[in-house]
């Protein structure tokens, strides 16, 4: 039995346990089945063969009787009838059907074609516990080709998840509800991460499979791998098509994610029609070239066995990732629409329903599970409770003998931070040396990764102007998992994505990347998905104004803070030295659901007085002030390396009288959590005369100084010269800031 920290541990809120890799009955274990009748199949259209690829028509459902084998349910042990797999693939084909077209909408085709790779995987193949969606070593899934997830969700009404109800299928692409028209991970618990923009999901499911790789090698011992599970992904054409897939398989394949067994859904449809159009590459050589071993399956529409043997030679090959090529037809069954473009994205129709129906044998009313169907499923409750027990007794023999390693892994499982970790988080005082915020960023970093066990991160092939490195370790590659520093190349879209993934697989994994702050451009997709599946991924910017200098208006961002701080979820922080820059990585790991930008400076900064980490967790916050009664002459406000300018001003100011307060806005989402009380003492609404500096576009500043107030900033793009040059040409000065205090007071 259990300890009572591993049931504590298991079934905790956000609890990911780890589960049992046991013995399983070989695929090559097979047994004969009784002759069966298929239903008919036709109406396929024709289609030009790829010209890189050797395509063939797929064999289609006939009246002739036809001998098929079923291999051995491997979590079971038991075989299953190859009549009964084929009922159960139907009923996720007609659990779709009904569910899209009830809606109106949707996308019926993957689904229908994908049915035999989702039943194999969930029914025969994966480990996971449906009543314990978050049980951390359960295998991963992962549907890249989001719009296909009617797929998802009857698999997980099948397996008995919670989360997805007969009700919850009716009510498919509703308000509220939890079958929401693209998977969500903060929606629907079984999903593992947010998909839908094509090509984002594979490269979650890289960030998955190397956070599985990662612990693995840190916590596994001879006599106990406590940490053994895979991650599956199905993708698509479109998924193939996206810069972002390459990107991240590229990696995958250069990591050596032996753990990552990827589906490719080889229908040869789009939205525009065949891919023959616009997509003629061999995906095969492609991959292997990458270096992934690759299978192709080519009968994915009623080859089960192949399907099977597939997976068992995937999980064989320990060195490379897998890329199964599983050639399909989309919209399987339908007799009028499948193999077309017709059905990807849009309901079949009522008379096309009926049609498949009869075309598949299928006489149940919409959303009907089968009594067989439904009672050869429920199984997985109590093997996916009894697989957690296991792990569970599993767990408590490894903490036993491995304290240390134990507290670390349990901290990562659970999210709960180490007790007293922020004082670790290094101060300054204005004594100390000025430095640029990047390399006060670093000094954050690696006094951090000593006491967050969760900590990774790297640079998209510039960690020695991102200041990124973690000195105290090496670099994760294939051979040194175990290592901190992530090196992901040049692939800042790939990179983002690759966190996201390694941010979802387990509450306590904090991972950073970093680029130039004007090539979040480059990744601004994957940083959007951080914030809608609420992933806490630190976007490490350096280089955030045109202070970085002569390398010019292509590399100095202008837009760049304005248009993340209008994106919903995102803590964007701009510090303006060292005590903020520690304010800020405090804030960016507390906000487990947040994920954070922080914009730092490439030239040096003075550390200024009055700054403190506490004014950053407030967003907004008084530096100086010599007035009284909460009533300034003027009110100046300054972001990053400009606060700097507004303190200088500030000095000018007073020396001619003005009772002149200073405010540090570094972080605009901070300072709205706030109280009106607070902000109401920060920047009182009577005083209207009011300036601010950024070395950024002055859109959204008025927000904060209102009509009547002056917002210095730069609405055009930069320019190539030395900073102190641009910023004088600019007219962001100190002489600037008093002139328009002086105007307004």
């Not at 797929?58 to 009787?65: D, G, I, K, R, V």
């Not at 399909?328 to 079949?348: C, D, E, R, W």
């Not at 990774?456 to 175990?482: C, H, I, V």
Request: net charge neutral.
């Amino acid at each position: 039995m259990a300890s009572t920290s591993s049931l504590t541990l298991s079934q905790g809120l956000l609890v990911r346990a780890i589960s049992y890799q046991g013995s399983t009955q070989s695929s090559d274990h097979r047994v004969s089945l009784s002759t069966l009748s298929l239903s008919t199949f036709s109406g396929l259209k024709s289609s030009t063969p790829r010209a890189s690829t050797s395509r063939r028509r797929l064999p289609t459902c006939s009246n002739q009787n036809r001998q098929v084998r079923a291999a051995a349910v491997e979590t079971i042990g038991t075989a299953v009838e190859t009549s009964l797999v084929d009922k159960s693939i139907n009923t996720i084909r007609f659990l779709a059907i009904d569910a899209v077209e009830k809606a109106n909408s949707g996308h019926p085709g993957l689904p229908m074609g994908c049915a035999p790779m989702g039943q194999i995987l969930y029914d025969e193949v994966m480990r996971y516990n449906p009543k314990n969606p978050y049980w951390f070593n359960r295998d991963r899934f992962v549907l890249s080709a989001g719009h296909g997830c009617m797929l998802q969700y009857a698999l997980l009404h099948l397996a008995g998840y919670d989360s997805v109800q007969e009700d919850d299928l009716k009510n498919f692409r509703q308000w509220e509800s939890r079958t929401p028209g693209h998977p969500e991970n903060f929606e629907t618990p079984g999903v593992e991460v947010t998909t839908g923009p094509l090509g984002q999901g594979i490269a979650n499911a890289v960030g998955l499979a190397l956070a599985e790789k990662h612990l693995a090698a840190r916590f596994n011992k001879p006599d106990n791998e406590i940490i053994d599970h895979y991650t599956y992904a199905i993708l698509g054409d479109g998924c193939q098509m996206e810069g972002i897939a390459n990107e991240a398989c590229s990696l995958a394949g250069h990591w050596g994610l032996g753990k990552l067994i990827a589906f490719y859904d080889d229908n040869h449809i789009s939205i525009d029609g065949d891919t023959e159009i616009a997509f003629t590459e061999s995906v095969d050589k492609r991959f292997e070239g990458l270096g992934w071993h690759v299978i192709w399956v080519k009968n994915g529409n009623t080859g089960y066995d192949d399907i099977r043997s597939a997976i068992k030679e995937a999980k064989a090959v320990k060195e490379k990732p897998t890329l199964i090529k599983v050639t399909t037809t989309i919209g399987y069954g339908s007799p009028n629409k499948a193999n077309s473009y017709s059905v990807h994205g849009s309901a079949l129709g009522t008379k096309e329903v009926d049609a498949t129906r009869k075309n598949l044998g299928w006489p149940y009313e919409p959303f009907h599970v089968p009594e067989d169907v439904k009672g050869h499923w429920s199984r997985h409750v109590p093997q996916g409770a009894a697989l957690e027990a296991e792990w569970n007794a599993k767990f408590a023999e490894y903490e036993k003998k491995y304290k240390e390693e134990a507290a670390e892994l349990k901290s990562i499982i659970t999210g709960e931070l180490p007790a007293g970790w922020e004082k670790a988080l290094p101060t300054y005082t204005p004594e100390s040396p000025a430095d640029a915020t990047r390399n006060l960023s670093q000094q954050n970093l690696n006094a951090l990764v000593k006491v967050l066990p969760g900590l990774l991160g790297g640079s998209a092939d510039l960690a020695s102007s991102n200041m990124t490195l973690l000195k105290m370790y090496g670099d994760f590659q294939k051979d040194t998992p175990e290592e901190r520093n992530v090196r992901f190349g040049v692939r800042e879209h790939g990179m983002g994505a690759i966190c996201n993934g390694i941010a979802l697989h387990s509450p306590g994994l904090i991972p950073y990347c970093a680029t130039f702050f004007v090539f979040t451009d480059y990744m601004r997709a994957a940083i959007r998905i951080s914030a809608l599946s609420q992933a806490r991924v630190i976007y490490v910017m350096t280089h955030d104004s045109i202070g970085l200098g002569e390398d010019g208006p292509t590399h100095q961002p202008i837009e760049h803070l304005a248009s993340f701080r209008a994106m919903p979820n995102v803590l964007m922080l701009r510090p303006a030295d060292g005590n903020e820059t520690a304010g800020a990585y405090k804030v960016a790991v507390l906000k487990r659901k947040t994920p954070s930008i922080l914009a730092l400076s490439r030239q040096k900064l003075p550390q200024l007085a009055g700054t403190s980490i506490e004014g950053v967790e407030k967003g907004g916050y008084i530096v100086s002030d010599n007035s009284s009664g909460n009533n300034p002459d003027v009110i100046l406000i300054g972001t990053g390396s400009e606060l700097e300018i507004a303190a200088k001003a500030a000095d000018e100011l007073r020396k001619g009288g003005k009772a002149v307060r200073v405010v540090s806005l570094v972080s605009w989402e901070l300072f709205d959590e706030q109280s009106d009380a607070y902000k109401e003492s920060v920047l009182p609404s009577a005083v209207s005369a009011r300036v601010s500096i950024e070395a950024g576009s002055t859109f959204g500043w008025e927000k904060i100084v209102g009509a009547k107030g002056k917002a210095i900033g730069i609405d055009r793009f930069g320019a190539s010269a030395p900073a102190g040059r641009i910023y004088k040409e600019f007219g962001l000065t100190p002489e600037a800031v008093v002139a328009a205090a002086k105007e307004l007071c």
